[in-house]
Structure formats: C-alpha cells, structure tokens
Antibody, heavy 120, light 106 residues
Framework: QAQLQQSGPGLVKPSQTLSLTCAISGDSVSSNSAAWNWIRQSPSRGLEWLGRTYYRSKWHNDYAESVKSRITINSDTSKNQFSLQLNSVTPEDTAVYYC??????????WGQGTLVTVSS | DIQMTQSPSSLSASIGDRVTITCRASQSVSSYLNWYQQKPGKAPKLLIYAASSLESGVPSRFSGSGSGTDFTLAISSLQPEDFATYFCQQSYSTVTFGGGTKVEIK
C-alpha cells in the first residue's frame, strides 16, 4: 500500500495556474504496474478523472478531453512525486483535488485531498 | 467517454436492512467495474473490484454482481458505519464514475 501526500495552495485567482504536487511513499513513480492519477470532486461535477502519468518502458500521459488543452501532469523520479498543473482556471475549477494510485484499474490509494478555490 | 448511471441517487434505510444500488454503463465495460464508499471529508475507499471481488479488509456483508452494462452493489445487513455515499467506477476505458448513491438513516 502506498501513501500519498498532497501539497499546494488552496486558493488560486481566475486565469492563473493551479499547481499541486503528490509525494509518494511505499511505491515508485516509475513503477511498471501503477498509474498516477489526478481526480477532482465538486458538487456540480461529481467525481471527475483529470489525467494520469505512468511508466511502461517509457513515460505515458493521458488526459480527460474536458481539460486536455489546459492540463499537464509531470513526474519527478528524483523526488518520487508527480504533479498537476491546470492553466487558465475559472470558478468552475473549484473542487477537492485528489492524487490517486491506480493498479489493475482500481483506485486503491488516495491522497488526503486539497480543496482548491478559484476566486479573486 | 463511457457514462455511468447510478440509481437511486439517495435512499433511506434502517439498521439491518438489505440495500441494493445499481449502476448502468452506456456501453459494455465487461467486468471492469469497481465500487467505492465515501464518508464526509474523506477520500473514497475501494470496496469491490472487478465487479464482484471483495477488497481485502472489507466486511463480507458487501457484495457485487453483474457484467457488461448492468451491475449491483448489495449490503446484506446495514450497519451504522455503512451510512455513506457509494460510487461505481469503470476502468474499461480510462476512468469514469457514477453520480453516487447517498445511504441515509431512516
């Protein structure tokens, strides 16, 4: 079982960039069996998968169509962590953001969640 | 994207009741269907994976069934700690979730 620790600001201004980091313990971001995901939850949109990064001989990234033009997920092997950047945020991006470890399609290990509010 | 529809969106039940929640996929997801429990202020917790396999440490009163497009989560005898919101999630094609079912005390 992996432990995921999220960090990043809880308040972001409209049009700016939301940045969160997820530090991993108990597994490796370069694992050949896990994928490292970002998911958000809001009352209006429910649980929404945003994207993932994973290593299978090389790095792969997949993003949800709804945010594809604005999102970047990166991995940092030296720090064993991965990050989320979401550009040009609006109040609709206000949500609780989770980093999640996925293996065999199951979301087994979750970060503690970060409430990000987009407001001036 | 594969759409997941859960029903009901909420239900009221008493301790000891049998409760069932259904989840329908907009196209076949085979058995790539998982169920989660979420309590207020907490991240979701995996209960059932691959439609019918019980996650380690989850009480046996929880069970899952179904394949293709129609799935069911059952709680055989509702306990006080089971009052929560339940979500289905497909992993056949990336990840999508159902809208959730809130189980409340009657």
């Amino acid at each position: 079982q992996a432990q995921l620790q999220q960090s990043g600001p809880g308040l972001v201004k409209p049009s700016q960039t939301l940045s969160l980091t997820c530090a991993i313990s108990g597994d490796s971001v370069s694992s050949n069996s896990a994928a490292w995901n970002w998911i958000r939850q809001s009352p209006s949109r429910g649980l929404e998968w945003l994207g993932r990064t994973y290593y299978r001989s090389k790095w792969h990234n997949d993003y949800a169509e709804s945010v594809k033009s604005r999102i970047t997920i990166n991995s940092d092997t030296s720090k064993n962590q991965f990050s989320l950047q979401l550009n040009s945020v609006t109040p609709e991006d206000t949500a609780v953001y989770y980093c999640v470890r996925v293996d065999s399609g199951c979301l087994r290990d979750w970060g503690q969640g970060t409430l990000v509010t987009v407001s001036s | 994207d594969i759409q997941m529809t859960q029903s009901p969106s909420s239900l009221s039940a008493s301790i000891g009741d049998r409760v069932t929640i259904t989840c329908r996929a907009s196209q076949s997801v085979s058995s790539y269907l998982n169920w989660y429990q979420q309590k207020p202020g907490k991240a979701p917790k995996l209960l059932i994976y691959a439609a019918s396999s019980l996650e380690s440490g989850v009480p046996s009163r929880f069970s899952g069934s179904g394949s293709g497009t129609d799935f069911t989560l059952a709680i055989s005898s509702l306990q006080p700690e089971d009052f929560a919101t339940y979500f289905c999630q497909q992993s056949y094609s990336t990840v999508t979730f159902g809208g959730g079912t809130k189980v409340e005390i009657k």
